[in-house]
Structures are given as structure tokens and as C-alpha cells.
């Protein structure tokens, strides 16, 4: 059997047993009251966890009748921020363009959650300060130690590092194991999908 496989398999179930389910439990509870206060769901990621907040978008959405947006969805108006004022600020000024307020939520999907220090997705850490300054909340599935998204957040998942050289397949990886979980929740679902209602 190939080692790399079989130790990331085993790694992934190492991982499943380390969660920290009170964290997500209390995910579910805030997206549930941004649902129940007619807020909206922001959801944030770069690289691969950009396409993992499209996809989740679509989840929360369908199956959680949440509001939910992403940045990344709308590109020409992503690449005209980061074109006009810089991609520090692209996540930021989209957040003051939507109208982020107090009853609204920021979810972020990020391998280490954002860093100012070391200038790594640095627009995720600045959008989560404009959100902060209104009052949203901040919820995320991070990984490594959660970085900014874990220091500022309200209910924040980490993805335990179980090897540093596998830290962002498990991280990106579990963004959608943990959103699918949630959006499974008998608290948040009202739509049943197509395969479980065939």
C-alpha cells in the first residue's frame, strides 16, 4: 500500500476524533440566529478555500435558506477592487459594499486563518476587522493554530495538524466536511437534497 495514502487516510481519521464539536455545535447555533434575524452569511477563502465558500454558498443557501454571498463569486468586481486598491483591502471594501452589519455573519475558510504578521491573506484579516467594527460575528474552519481568524472569532473550528507537511489538504479538505455537517443540522436545514428525497 502506498505510505503517503494510507498515512493521510489515517491522519484524516486521527482528525475526525480531535474535533472540536462544541465549537461547531455553537457554528450551527450563530448561523441559525443570522437566519433567524434575517442577517447574512459572508463566507471568505482564498485559493483552494475560495472555491470551497462558492460551494458552500450554494449550500447554505438551497439546503439552510441562509442569504449567502462570497466575494470570489462576482470576479470582475473582486478583480477591479484588487486593481483599483490593492488585495490587502479587496475583502474589506467588499464587506463596506455589502452593507456588513451587526446581524450579518463572516464565515472564513483558510489553511492558517490569516496573518498580518507574516503578510499572509492579509484581505481575510482585514475584512474580519471591518466585520468586527459593526458587531458581525466570525465564525471559520481554519487550519495550523486558526492564525487571525481563531484570535478575533466567535466559534472557530481548527483543523488539527496532525503532519506540517499535509497542514492544507486536511485543512481544505475539512472546510467541507465540517460545512457539510453543518448544513446537515436539524436546526438549520429546511430543504431536504435530491439523493436523500429520491
Given at each position: 500500500m502506498d505510505e503517503l495514502l494510507s498515512r493521510y487516510f489515517s491522519e484524516s481519521i486521527q482528525i475526525l476524533q480531535r474535533l472540536d464539536l462544541g465549537k461547531i455545535e455553537?457554528?450551527?447555533?450563530?448561523?441559525?440566529?443570522?437566519r433567524d434575524n434575517s442577517g447574512r452569511l459572508f463566507i471568505l477563502g482564498v485559493?483552494?478555500?475560495?472555491?470551497?465558500?462558492?460551494?458552500?454558498?450554494?449550500?447554505?443557501?438551497?439546503?439552510c435558506g441562509i442569504e449567502a454571498y462570497a466575494p470570489t463569486d462576482n470576479?470582475?468586481?473582486?478583480?477591479?477592487?484588487?486593481n483599483d486598491?490593492?488585495?490587502d483591502s479587496s475583502y474589506a471594501e467588499w464587506l463596506r459594499g455589502s452593507r456588513i452589519r451587526e446581524n450579518d455573519l463572516v464565515?472564513?475558510?483558510?489553511v492558517g486563518g490569516g496573518s498580518l504578521d507574516k503578510k499572509i491573506s492579509t484581505n481575510i484579516a482585514h475584512a474580519l476587522d471591518v466585520a468586527k467594527s459593526v458587531g458581525a460575528k466570525v465564525i471559520g474552519v481554519v487550519g495550523r493554530d486558526g492564525?487571525?481568524?481563531a484570535a478575533v472569532g466567535d466559534a472557530v473550528a481548527i483543523v488539527p495538524t496532525i503532519s506540517p507537511d499535509l497542514v492544507t489538504p486536511h485543512a481544505e479538505a475539512f472546510q467541507a466536511v465540517i460545512w457539510h455537517g453543518i448544513v446537515s443540522h436539524p436546526r438549520l436545514k429546511i430543504n431536504v437534497a435530491k439523493w436523500e428525497s429520491s
Open positions: 455553537l457554528m450551527v447555533e450563530l448561523l441559525r440566529r443570522t485559493g483552494g478555500s475560495a472555491a470551497n465558500a462558492s460551494h458552500a454558498v450554494n449550500d447554505f443557501r438551497k439546503i470576479v470582475a468586481e473582486l478583480t477591479a477592487r484588487i486598491d490593492g488585495w464565515l472564513v475558510f483558510s492564525g487571525y481568524t
